[in-house]
């Protein structure tokens, strides 16, 4: 059973940095994918970004291109999602997901996926 546990989230203002973590259990899949989605009040779950575990590759939404890098350590354990220049439109919660063979930006649908952490972006 995968276990998904993010952490990290906070209040900044616009323009700032975070770092959000996902302490991943029980994930041991070469072929799947793990990724960040979003959602704000009021509007639909929105996919910011995966990475593969066969290869590695980091794909991104183009709201955030450029200024949100996703990551994996190499055991496995926690996937962060780096995020600079922070905009107000980044306000809402993040959740990490995991698949062991899906992949893609519809990171919503990935078939495990975490409690959540709030990011608050003040302009």
């Known amino acids: 059973q995968v276990q998904l546990v993010e952490s990290g989230g906070g209040s900044v203002p616009a323009g700032g940095s975070l770092r959000l973590s996902c302490a991943v259990a029980?994930?041991?899949?070469?072929?799947?994918?793990m990724g960040w989605f979003r959602q704000a009040p009021g509007k639909e779950r929105e996919g910011v970004a995966y990475i593969s575990t066969r290869d590695g590759g980091a794909y991104y939404a183009d709201s955030v291109k450029g200024r949100f890098t996703i990551s994996l350590d190499n055991a496995w354990n926690t996937l962060y999602l780096q995020m600079n220049s922070l905009k107000p439109e980044d306000d809402a919660m993040y959740y990490c997901?995991?698949?062991?063979?899906?992949?893609?930006?519809?990171?919503?649908?990935?078939?495990?996926r975490g409690q959540g952490t709030q990011v608050t972006v003040s302009s």
């Open positions: 997901a995991a698949d062991p063979w899906r992949c893609g930006m519809d990171t919503p649908k990935y078939r495990d």
């Open positions: 029980g994930y041991r899949y070469s072929n799947g994918c």
